[in-house]
């Protein structure tokens, strides 16, 4: 057996991830491509296992192979390991194959000694320099490498910036810094017992031990516990020459990403500082200047650059966050990721991707998260550079956002710093800015114009036709009772609770910007007075600025929101490529006109779900006399004053959709919905006691009230249950239906309407309920000499309907479509009600009892197992009948991409969401077609092709 | 090939159902074996087929075969038929191999014509009875043969009745009856075109024909496809020589049981009457003899019938209920089934034919049914004879009760007649007497001694040790607010309503007789005073009896009630024999000491299910202090004051259980049933407000009522959810479990505890309950030295513990036992609310949208196919650790017999239920064993054995 090599030098070998982890593979690949990368070379994962069964020895020739790859480095880079008078200094990193974040230990500036200090100085002329570095050094070797306790470097770090007077590190002067190294060294070898090595290559021998060591750590055991990951792939050792940026007037430090990651132009964009190392451009003292000026100083850097963005691009396919040191004059490449970008940009640089031949249309389509179509949607600060927070002040030529693209704006405007003060966790979505208010009567007073506002305001927003205070409502946490603070708000931002408290639930659903659990990073609320980590002091009437994607930040100052009104053109593009590949459609989830026509612009293919409870809310004391109602009689004429209603409302929905189908859902909430609570009625009571007619009436709707009460709502007399107990109100509401259909067909316009039977879970009651329906429609078939294709289904909520699926898709009446409605289907099958579980959901989110949100994310393990069953059950009966049964859900997971995977796997024809989570869905379902491609769609093999 | 046979004389081949369709069969077989059957013969089933498939024409032959038949009858009747002086009558009756009650169409006397009537007179001196059977005749053939309209018969004989100035047909003189024959002969021609027959031969031929179509007519044919009867099998026909109990002083007719029907005693019984038709008996004019007095009249009748009756159970292994005539001193046997009895007489039959070799014991067990256990652990009349309402009156005999055996006293009491005034659904069963009352206010006012009560008490019931007057609530309807009057009463009957309203739901619950949709048999309620369909009228304070099993009676006079204190010792026997042969256990659900006890004698084989609630109803204020506790230091000390009580309960039981498994599980329902209502604490701060002290703690009070008010209880914050985050509630319960445990075993006694986690819908709630569960016994093994074997498991009842059974029971951590709380699954399965479904549920039942009350039988094919998945699931992971996962029934449905069918059929280990349906499940368990023995237990196949 020949001797295996542990050692390769970057580029050596073909970059294997495996091998080399991930940062190693990363530096191979560089190399390999020509890029100027400092040169170093990478110990292998398996090197690492070796060394652990090994009883942590190195295995027998790794030292060799390393003095001999250093040897290269040294013939690379022209200076040797351990010289004193320009030493060659290098980092010494792990990486392992599978990316672990927080994870990676690094040591910094080995190879520097303290005898090297004076000469090594002299020959760079930059004393301080060298003196920060091994200042450095030594915090790190005793931190990594000794694993010593460093709060005590700490404290002597902290006193020398207190006896200076300076508050950050690198201004601490030449002498603090002398006083520091003779203080490091002294406390190094009290703590540890040794002093701190003067030879190089013992400090570089004792830094590879401790990264193979790490792997074992307790800290790195757990993460990998916790994230599945095995124990023995073992990490990577990278060594790598390091190079300086604050060299000389030559030198200088920056990133770049291959393409704007904001509006996704093709130009490469980014910022450089000169004579700086890459920390201090994130300590963000000195302000970097754009990459373009980099044209003028060092043109044949700027044309380098451009050439290496170039060749990484076509490397990587993908845009590129790129990481660049000069050192003298010499361009090097540190590091290269796939670029963060805005959702605007990630579908500008996808499709600009799929012209310039670099990706195809199904890759674009894959390069897309739903997340940047929901984003490039929502309210945002167009970001110059998210990293640092800093924004495109489009705020003065707002007035031109309509004339122009959002790209040429971009281009005119100038670069600002924006200030975080706080973050959280991100709960409602968007950018908001307004005045902050501590109080939810105070909010709604000012945004109803009740209250002169105790502040001057300048921070507005629209809310229909009117501009409105724009206020952001700053709580320790909320409960019901701010429900209308909550309304009155732009944004909502809380101390405590997490992504399930009341406010995040309650915020995201009434379409809020929310913040939660800001109090993590140091943010309090005392009194009327919000105060932040540094010690800053936030009152009442001051403007705020929060956004809330991915992270969610909170500003000091107020920074401009732009709210698209539309999808930029690419992700458009995006989509329509999307539809083209995706196997499951997107309808939408639309009662009113209003809603229909946005999801049509969004090119719903249908609408998977119209409730008409909204009908019977707009007409409610109609509604309300028809429950007062005695006989059958009194009901038949409150009922026959609604019909009107309701058929307009059905044409105004089938005009919109124009072809499309339009599933609509029988009335399905509890009467008592309609109907006064009862300590409302009671008190009424009370107050016309003295009108003998009222209070007659009164005690009528209380008796009705009393009756139609139930202890578990949800579980009760709704549905088709209701129904089938009074059929009259089915008879009305398809009577509407069909006679709408067919005057919309009098006008030559296709019409589909597919009629939902809410709540079913036995066959008679479908059975049942479709006799009914289709014994009215004949009626008005007969009545107005015309007919009309029209299809009877039912909603799956209840986990017996999902189990006896076969049944219900039996036959000649058994339902022609299913839709999940998979709200009901998992407060049954989960035993949680909704409105209920904020007690105890976020306990079980927390301690991972639950993977997530069952009203956001389909549960997949529990209520997914009935879909599927329900899915399988039902269409292999419909085929005893020749029928294929279309399936679709209409819950709010609808919209939901982890769940529209999930229902395109188990074979559903459609997803239904709101209207704006349109384009979220049709790109979600495109990518679950395209990963789910091997096993195509379970209906196209299992059951015959759809019509 | 050869000429088939289509008509065979009775006994002429072996009885063969199919094709001689019951009737015939049972005639057949009578013949066989010997008994003196009135000669006659059957035309088969296939034959009917034949003929309507010949387009309704009799095949080649058949008519020359009944000629045959009916020479060979003469022959042995000695009469010939169409002879005027002595004819030879017959009856033609139809009967298929089904039994179709009601579908029997029968023409009686065919061979009777208008010329034969003076001569047939003058033979037998009796013109009356001729003209009498002419008349009826006439009527029946019009009806059965020509279909005519019978209205106008009814009417000509009705206007006769009035003539003559008598209220029953037998009564009319024999001019009326002159009149009527001529009136019915002009009639018939009339309406038929064609006068009636003269012809005999021709109206045989006629009544055939007419019994073949029948097969044919609609509501036969929707009988059929209702009850699922195959169209093709026919019907035979079966003509029979007619004989007549009125013929002279030597004639008789009269019914007899082989064994007494009310006791099971080995001695005919039964009664007669001397000259007399068997509609004269039905009638109910003449008061008949007990059988007994046959002996001293007519001796050689009576030793006749004795034989007879030893055969008939000789042949058919069972007793009969047998029919009989005697003309002119000649004994024929008309009919025989198996014979209606009482719970008690089943027992004792099946126990005695055990020992006399006549059935083997697990033809015995089946014999007995579990309604039959279950009516002998109810007070009832003790019937002489239940289908005409007389009873033995045992009043005087009752402190005799107790020094002999039923049987004896029976035997001494005299017979009674008691009076049906009113019919309805049985609802609660049982038997009651009492006084009427209108009110619930006054019912709770009289029993609680609060008002002297506006009539005399007679009747009393035990109430513990007190005596309370008996009294039986008469409402329209009932609401939750006549529950204090439900309570007060002995029995309940309401007017309207079906067996899922409330008067039914909660009388039944509460252990109540109830009848309910009394009104369907013409009751009316008017202000206080029930009128009955007779024109009766019952004031309040009249005393009524009511009986309740699968028939509910209301009798107008006061019944001695007799009220089991144990099972009759036949029924012992039975039980215990069951035991032997079923594989399923039957254990029982019991919170208290008391409840135990009666589940240990009654056999029970552990205890299913030990709600730990009422512990916490007990202990309200400490419970109270613990709910108000804002801190986990306040919580920990009120709970631990409760400990104390919980361990002395845990004693108890285990105690009584004495070795056997007892299931205990930790706190089910949500905190706020341990909270005042909203209003009774809104209504107390206002009481209270100038008490400083007492309205913070009202306030409080309220405060944590708002916070824990949810909109669906049933799917709230409850079970483990309350568990997990509030362990140290889990850990008390756990701890005082433990400890009793320990102490029992000190005291020498073996304890099985078995801790069940309840509403479980997640592994991880499951695991991080029993760590806790773990934990804490590890802590009290500790502390007290000694250690037990004990059990972690949970309770099955929401959908989503179902279909993820295999995770729950997976693993070192994974559940020892599963045990399917079969209410809230059913609820959470069906979206039905237990406390709401009384709005729809009677018209869903009454519809057939559902086949019967989920919360009594388990829905086999929704919830059922969720609880076979579970098993499945389950037992196939918990392999994988090598354990036996024990799985059981808690919920209600638990003592239901169709339910332990199902779930032995599922394999489940057990079924538990509460301490009185014990005995009815055990009988249940051995039926389930014998009848679904081929599948055997699905766990003895597909698991390995239990230990």
């Known amino acids: 057996m020949g001797k295996e090599k542990r050692v390769f030098l970057f580029g050596e070998i073909e970059p294997d991830k495996d091998l080399l982890g991930g940062k190693g593979a990363s530096l191979a690949t560089m190399t390999k491509i020509g890029l100027p990368v400092p040169p170093g070379f990478t110990i292998t994962t398996k090197t690492c296992i070796e060394y652990l069964n090994n009883n942590n020895t190195f295995p027998d020739g790794l030292w060799q192979e390393v003095l001999q790859a250093i040897k290269k480095v040294e013939e690379k880079i022209g200076r040797k390991f351990g010289d004193p008078e320009f030493p060659l200094l290098v980092s010494v990193r792990s990486g392992a194959s599978i990316s672990m974040p927080g994870m990676m230990d690094t040591v910094l500036n080995v190879g520097l000694t303290k005898g090297s200090i004076e000469p090594f100085s002299k020959t760079i002329g930059n004393p301080k320099f060298v003196k920060d570095s091994f200042r450095r050094l ?25 006896k200076a007077n300076v508050s950050h590190d690198f201004q601490l002067p030449e002498s603090s810094l002398d006083n520091l190294i003779a203080q490091y060294l002294e406390l190094f070898q009290n703590l540890y017992g040794k002093p701190f090595p003067e030879d190089s290559f013992l400090q570089l021998e004792m830094a590879v031990h401790a990264v193979f060591k790490s792997w074992n750590n307790k800290r790195a055991i757990n993460y990998r516990r916790y994230e599945g990951i095995p124990d023995d792939i073992g990490t990577a050792v990278n060594i790598q020459s390091m190079v300086f940026g604050n060299f000389d007037d030559q030198s200088g430090t920056g990133v770049l990403f291959t393409r704007n990651p904001a509006t996704g132009e093709n130009e490469i964009y980014g910022e450089f500082l000169l004579q700086a190392q890459g920390e201090d451009v994130v300590a963000g003292i000195r302000t970097p200047s754009p990459i373009s000026e980099l044209k003028k100083i060092m043109p044949h850097i700027y044309d380098e650059l451009q050439t290496y963005a170039k060749k990484l691009e076509g490397h990587y396919r993908d845009m590129q ?3 660049f040191t000069v050192e003298s004059g010499k361009l090097y490449i540190l590091q290269t990721r796939s670029g963060k970008r805005t959702g605007t940009a990630a579908a500008k640089i996808a499709v600009d991707m799929v012209n310039e031949n670099i990706i195809s249309k199904e890759e674009a389509i894959l390069r897309v998260s739903p997340r940047d179509v929901e984003s490039s949607l929502f309210p945002s600060v167009v970001w110059a550079n998210s990293k640092k927070f800093q924004y495109y002040d489009i705020a003065d030529l707002e007035a031109k956002l309509h004339a122009h693209s959002l790209d040429e704006v971009v281009k005119k405007a100038p670069i600002k710093q924006a200030t975080v003060i706080g973050e959280g966790l991100p709960a409602g979505p968007g950018a908001a800015c307004g005045h902050a208010v501590f109080d939810s009567d105070l909010a709604e007073a000012i945004v109803k114009g009740e209250k002169s506002p105790p502040f001057e305001i300048t921070q507005w927003r629209k809310e229909g036709d009117k501009k409105v205070p724009s206020l952001i409502l700053i709580k320790k946490e909320t409960s019901p009772e701010d429900f209308h603070g909550m309304v009155a708000s732009s944004g909502i931002i809380t101390m405590t609770g ?51 994607f991915d992270e969610a930040y909170i500003f000091k100052e107020p920074l401009p929101i732009y709210t698209p009104t539309s999808l930029p053109s690419a992700m458009l593009t995006v989509l329509d490529w999307a539809d083209e590949v995706a196997k499951i459609k997107v309808r939408t989830n639309a009662d009113k006109e209003k809603d229909a026509l946005v999801a049509v612009q969004f090119k719903a293919k249908g609408i998977g779900l119209a409730r008409t409870e909204h009908q019977f809310f707009d007409a409610l004391p109609l509604v309300q006399e028809m429950i007062l109602a005695e006989t059958k009689e009194e009901r038949l004429e409150a009922l026959n004053k609604m019909i009107d209603l309701q058929r307009d409302d059905f044409i105004k929905l089938f005009r919109v959709l124009h072809g499309l189908p339009v599933t609509i859902r029988l009335l399905d909430p509890p009467l008592h919905e309609f109907l006064p609570k009862e300590l409302e009625i009671r008190e009424r009571i009370w107050q016309q006691i003295l009108n003998p007619e009222q209070t007659a009436r009164n005690i009528k709707v209380l008796r009705k009230v009393l009756y139609y009460q139930e202890s578990n709502p949800m579980l009760g007399l709704r549905g088709c249950r209701l129904g089938l107990l009074f059929p009259e109100i089915m008879e009305m509401q398809t009577r509407a239906i069909i006679e709408a259909a067919l005057l919309i067909k009098k006008q030559g316009i296709e019409v589909y309407p597919e009629i939902m039977i809410p709540l079913v879970g036995f066959q008679e009651e479908f059975v049942l309920s479709r006799e009914i329906v289709d014994s009215t429609a004949q009626k008005v078939f007969d009545e107005m000499g015309d007919t009309i294709d029209y299809k009877v289904g039912t909603m799956i909520e209840i986990p017996r309907a999902a189990l006896t699926a076969d049944e219900i898709a039996a036959g000649k009446l058994g339902a022609d479509f299913f839709s999940f409605g998979t709200n009901d289907l998992h407060q049954m099958t989960l035993g949680f009600s909704r409105d209920d579980v904020g007690k105890f959901l976020p306990y079980y989110l927390e301690n991972k009892i639950i993977k997530s949100d069952p009203f956001q994310t389909i549960d997949v393990d529990g209520a997914g197992k009935l879909m599927d069953i329900c899915v399988t059950l039902g269409r292999q009966s419909a085929i005893n009948v020749n029928k294929y049964l279309k399936v679709g859900i209409c819950g709010e997971q609808g919209g939901d991409p982890e769940s529209i995977d999930f229902c395109y796997r188990i074979g559903l024809d459609y997803v239904s969401c709101s209207p704006y989570r349109v384009p979220v869905a049709r790109l979600a379902a495109a990518h679950s077609t395209l990963r789910n491609a091997e096993i195509d769609s379970k209906f196209l093999k299992q059951w015959p092709t759809p019509p």
Chains 1, 2 share one sequence.
């Open 498 to 548: 997490g992504l399930t408290s009341h406010a995040a639930l309650v915020g995201r659903q009434i379409g809020k910007r929310v913040i939660v659990g800001a109090s993590s990073s140091g943010m309090d609320l005392l009194g009327r007075k919000l105060r932040t980590r540094d010690g800053l002091v936030i009152d009442e009437g001051q403007v705020l600025s929060m956004e809330v």
């Open 321 to 323: 966050d790129v990481e």
């Open 138 to 162: 030594i915090f790190m070797y005793a931190d990594v490498v000794c694993g010593l306790e460093t709060e005590k470097f700490s404290e002597l770090l902290e006193e020398e910036k207190r």
